[in-house]
């Protein structure tokens, strides 16, 4: 059993599993520069060998310009190497929900499957609106996604062996919740719970990714089968996390990406110890995740690097 199902199960890990993530937009900004990082921390970043990045290959929502998805979602973006946004949503009136056809085709379970699936078809405030005044046509949105979804997923469980299952969908805001805890569990929760409950049927583990504000549901998604939850520290707050986390579920801790740009390489070394001290345990439960923007600055990329290195052993 490697490092990371140890966490993940509390059942002592020899080393805290951590990860440091670039984007697209962050390696064309620094490029050689930044792979001379990437040798240096080979515990991190593992073998590599100089040259071997690849510029071209940005996922498709990174791009700059345009896009349509499978539901008929236009992506616009602005900064290749950088997420795209949905600006055109083919839900835009209620009437339009009766007429929603789900694609045919299989696309897989993308960042966004449920509840922004929903925004993005509908537009955030008409969403707003529909969770607010609770028209029929929510549910009946709600459905025809949901209905999609559990097909994905099974086959996803059919084509992928892993025993942890990954995936993302943000459903916070930066200081709240888009609606209440108790529409959220109204209209959204039996949803991640028919979809989780389907991996775990099948002994497969759940790790779910969610920006934004989402501590106040994080014991329902446990109740839903996450089994790794992967929060922002600033949206939450270390305390708050403590409290709904510690002891209950694994966390892989998606560290201050807000600070990294702004701070000193000490800022960043006092920061990840913080963490490693209130959140960890010997016997396991906490990741550390670290993404770097384009306007993070090398000096700061190194010392996450080696932050990273140094507080992964300190259970050890």
């Not at 593992?46 to 690849?54: D, I, L, M, W």
């Not at 089994?227 to 966390?251: S, T």
């Amino acid at each position: 059993m490697d490092d990371f199902m140890k966490a993940m199960l509390f059942k002592g890990p020899d080393s805290i599993p951590v990860n440091v993530y670039f984007l697209p937009a962050t390696w064309s900004r620094y490029r050689e520069a930044l792979e001379e990082i990437v040798i240096r921390h080979p515990a991190l970043f593992g073998p590599y060998q100089k040259g071997t990045y690849n510029y071209a290959s940005i996922p498709e929502t990174y791009k700059e310009g345009v896009h349509v998805d499978a539901w008929g979602c236009v992506w616009s973006n602005i900064r290749e190497g950088c997420e795209a946004i949905v600006t055109g949503h083919p839900v835009p009136t209620r009437e339009d929900v009766h007429r929603l056809e789900a694609p045919k085709e299989d696309i897989g379970l993308p960042h966004g499957f449920m509840y922004l699936r929903l925004a993005d078809l509908r537009g955030f405030e008409e969403l707003m609106i529909d969770f607010a005044e609770e028209p029929p046509e929510l549910m009946m949105l709600i459905d025809k996604v949901l209905e999609y979804n559990i097909r994905q997923v099974r086959i996803l469980l059919k084509k992928q062996k892993s025993k942890v299952l990954f995936f993302g969908d943000d459903l916070g805001m930066q200081h709240s919740l888009p609606i209440s805890p108790e529409k959220w569990r109204k209209y959204l929760k039996p949803c991640y719970r028919k979809l989780y409950g389907l991996c775990h049927e099948d002994n497969r583990y759940v790790y779910m990714h969610s920006d934004g504000q989402i501590y106040p549901i994080i014991p329902d998604l446990v109740e839903c089968g996450v089994n790794v939850v992967n929060p922002q520290i600033r949206a939450n707050g270390l305390d708050n996390l403590i409290k709904v986390c510690k002891d209950k579920v694994c966390v892989d801790l998606d560290l201050d990406r807000q600070l990294f740009p702004f701070c000193s390489p000490k800022d960043i070394d006092d920061h990840v110890r913080e963490v490693v001290e209130k959140l960890g345990s010997p016997r396991g439960g906490l990741m550390l995740k670290a993404e770097c923007g384009p306007d993070v600055p090398l000096e700061n990329i190194e010392a996450i690097c080696s932050a990273l290195e140094k507080y992964r052993f300190y259970y050890s």
